[in-house]
């Protein structure tokens, strides 16, 4: 079974809209982390945000947020102001805790597209 | 120089070949880790080390084998490779600090494999 669904192949957002980008994760474990990359089209792996899963609070990083909903096993990102140089690949991954050997694993993607 | 080094960046080969990719890190880090890029099925993880005696199979190690020669360097072998095998390779690190849950993974630039 998927531990990681992003259920949202691609996306359109226009510029200067705000997007969100969804994720739900699967595990037993009470201690994990989630982390949110993004991947342009050049290729390269990039970190944007991290929650974790005892953080009371939604983690941000200036135009990044992270709307985590523990109960339901979402963490979805949120964009603001989206620009065109958001057009990307972005990944959900779990660091998973002690039953999933604190390995990290990643979903599908959402391609996101910005409209000018 | 790039932190997550990865070589070769391309490489094209028959099938039957045996294969080696290389990975190594300036960053220190004990945690290191193979994945494997393809699209719509995002990253999956290969096989991952905790320390140089420490190595644990991931999601799809079918065909695959791993040697972590070093604290900086950890590589991928294809024994017999395989058209399926054709894919985005990644090897990414991670800094194991109060055990590693909000550490974010750095990865290398990616080595685009493919067998014919």
């Known amino acids: 079974a998927q531990k990681i669904t992003q259920t949202q192949p691609g996306m359109f957002v226009q510029e200067k809209e705000a997007v969100t980008l969804d994720c739900t994760y699967d595990?037993?474990?009470?201690?994990?982390?989630l982390f949110w990359y993004k991947q342009p089209s050049s290729g390269e792996m990039i970190f944007l945000i991290y929650?974790?899963?005892?953080?009371?609070q939604n983690a941000t990083e200036g135009r990044y947020s992270l709307n985590f909903q523990k109960a339901r096993k979402s963490a979805n990102l949120v964009i603001s102001a989206s620009q065109l140089g958001d057009s990307a690949m972005y990944f959900c991954?779990?660091?998973?805790?002690?039953?999933?050997?604190?390995?990290?694993?990643f979903g599908a993607g959402t391609r996101l597209f910005v409209k000018a | 120089d790039a932190d997550v080094t990865q070589t070769p960046r391309n490489r094209i080969t028959k099938t039957g070949k045996r294969i080696m990719l290389e990975c190594s890190q300036t960053?220190?880090?004990?945690?290191m880790y193979w994945y494997r890029q393809d699209p719509g099925l995002g990253l999956r993880l290969i096989y991952y080390?905790?320390?140089?005696?420490?190595?644990n199979k991931g999601e799809i190690s079918d065909g695959y084998s791993v040697s972590r020669q070093a604290q900086a360097k950890f590589s991928l072998s294809l024994e017999s490779a395989i058209p399926n095998q054709t894919a985005l390779y990644f090897c990414a690190t991670s800094d194991a600090t109060g055990k590693g849950s909000n550490q974010p993974q750095h990865f290398g630039d990616g080595t685009r494999l493919s067998i014919l």
């Open positions: 991954a779990m660091r998973e805790g002690w039953t999933g050997g604190f390995k990290t694993i």
């Open positions: 595990t037993s474990d009470q201690s994990y982390g």
């Open positions: 929650q974790g899963s005892y953080d009371e």
């Open positions: 960053k220190g880090h004990d945690r």
């Open positions: 080390s905790f320390d140089v005696k420490d190595i």
